[in-house]
């Protein structure tokens, strides 16, 4: 069974991959066309929303609560499993469709008054790109079908649908139209709102993609009876709580962002004092998660993905749920240390490489750059916080992450409300978001040993040693290295030096590996 989650967690890690490679390509698009300002701010906000949604509840809670129950009927009886996965998605679909209506009627109702330009701009992109939140969860609970029946690659390959989308308006289709149409200078704002369209355009045929993904499964054919509304039931009250407990990084980024977009919302005061913080405070932060995310994403919750369903099906066998868990949290280490150790060195040649050129100026770079230094030590802990949190859902025990999740907001927000002021400005959201990650880690891995036994056992302990050991001889090379390096330099040295930066340091902790004869090297590559 522990090859089985290792080699989902290949597929879905390679596709996933590719799906940020894209994802780099268009926000290196969008940095380079718009900058650092009020546009990109705005942008970044209003693409916030319905990634909140897509979070919480797509990936997260409903998928969350969703998957272990339709795992376990559709073993039992896939007449009542196609009729569940009938239920879920026709009346989900209802509820979010009436979710972004009402969300329409409140953004109208509070819409910005005139003279508050980048307000109204952030407003019309939010109104813009509701509609995209009931497409992107829906294509998440459609891939929790999917991956009950051991297919993730259409819902792991969906982003890159989006980002090709927003990379073409931006660089390519929407210039050439709008100079069509007689716009010798393109207006920014202009431009960025076609590039919101275009992500709305991008939802639809990822809800197109998987939809046919699905259709081999037949859930249609799925006879609603009392055994499938008891367990429709049973799926959303899990549904609320898991809201908390899995989107806790999300909603801490969220809380992140309207503290960072406060200058282009409101104004550069507040309470008659200056506010700490700038315009393209928001867009800078989006782009140092970008970077982050991209480690956590390929790796981290491509484990925890891959890892769910099987952690369902052993809910009740405490022996095989301790041993999976032990293999997931040592594979989760192995790769979550050194890419923080990583991140933490290479940042600026990193962020110049995606992002400068054009209108993202070297300064800007060194914005991006330092809330990606506050970001990265966390790595590990975000991607062990994603296998935690799936494995109290698992269980069956909703309410446990949820209190530390709430808790974890509330340390989030005083950390945040206090770190804008010291110097690290914007960095010291990143810092908080990193901080408390740590120790929700640390809590919810303790709570889990109470229940279950305990996993950190002696391999556990050793294989952590190990990987902070070869990490740390991976970070030492590389600092060795940097110092030689040439700074401030043409794009195509830089990235030349980052790729050679990127290959050396990967190439030392894989021959610390080696030599320490670590399994988990195995275990990434989806071997025995």
């Known amino acids: 069974m522990a090859r089985s989650f290792e080699f989902h967690a290949r597929t879905v890690s390679a596709l996933t991959f590719l799906s940020r490679i894209t994802g780099l390509a268009r926000d290196a698009a969008m940095s380079r066309v718009f900058g650092v300002g009020v546009v990109t701010d705005a942008f970044s906000f209003a693409f916030m929303v319905p990634n909140l949604f897509r979070r919480l509840f797509g990936e997260g809670a409903l998928t969350s609560s969703f998957l272990p129950v339709y795992a376990q009927v559709q073993d039992r009886d896939p007449a009542v499993g196609k009729a569940l996965a009938r239920m879920v998605l026709s009346r989900v679909a209802v509820f979010l469709a009436a979710v972004c ?43 929790a079908v999917l991956q009950v029946h051991d297919r993730f690659g259409p819902t792991a390959a969906a982003p890159i649908i989006l980002n090709l989308m927003i990379v073409l308006t931006s660089v390519g289709l929407a210039p050439s139209v ?52 008891a367990k429709f039931v049973q799926v959303i009250r899990q549904a609320v709580p898991m809201a908390l407990g899995l989107g806790v990084l999300q909603v ?95 940042r600026v040649p990193l962020t110049a490489t995606v992002f400068q050129g054009d209108s993202f100026s070297s300064e800007d770079t060194e914005r991006v750059a330092n809330i990606l230094m506050a970001f990265a030590p966390a790595i590990w802990a975000y991607s062990a916080n994603q296998l935690l949190t799936r494995a109290f859902y698992a269980r069956g025990e909703p309410m446990t992450p949820v209190l530390v999740a709430v808790s974890m907001v509330a340390l989030n927000f005083l950390l945040n409300i206090t770190l804008i002021w010291t110097p690290l400005k914007t960095a010291g959201l990143a810092l908080s978001t990193a901080f408390c990650a740590i120790l929700q880690m640390i809590i919810l891995q303790r709570l889990l040993a109470r229940r279950v036994g305990p996993m950190i056992t002696g391999d556990v302990r050793r294989s952590w040693w190990q990987t902070f050991f070869a990490s740390i001889f991976m970070g030492a090379v590389l600092a060795g290295v940097m110092m030689f390096t040439p700074t401030n330099s043409s794009w195509l040295v830089t990235f030349c030096v980052l790729l050679g930066l990127v290959g050396l340091g990967g190439g030392a902790f894989f021959v610390c590996a080696k030599i320490l004869r670590m399994p988990e090297l195995r275990w990434a590559l989806g071997k025995q």
């Open 101 to 143: 209506i009402l969300g329409e009627f409140i953004l109208w109702i509070f819409w910005p008054t005139s003279g508050q330009e980048s307000a109204i701009l952030s407003a019309r992109m939010v109104g813009i790109l509701l509609p995209y939140m009931p497409l992107i969860c829906l294509v998440a609970l459609m891939g």
């Open 178 to 229: 709008m100079r069509r149409f007689g716009f010798a200078v393109i207006d920014p704002t202009k431009h960025i709102m076609v590039v919101a369209v275009s992500v709305l355009v991008a939802g639809i045929l990822q809800w197109a993609w998987s939809a046919w993904s699905l259709r081999n499964l037949d859930i249609r054919s799925g006879v609603i009876c009392p055994e499938s509304r």
């Open 252 to 346: 801490n980024t969220f809380v992140d962002g309207i503290i960072a977009s406060y200058p282009t919302l409101i104004g550069p005061t507040i309470f008659g004092v200056a506010f700490p913080l700038q315009e393209g405070s928001m867009a800078s932060m989006a782009f140092a998660q970008r970077l982050y995310e991209f480690p956590l994403g390929v790796f981290g919750i491509s484990v925890a993905t891959a890892i769910f369903p099987q952690l369902s099906r052993e809910a009740k066998d405490l022996v095989a749920f301790r041993i999976s868990m032990a293999r997931a949290l040592r594979l989760v280490m192995f790769i979550g240390f050194p890419a923080s150790i990583g991140l933490m060195l290479l």
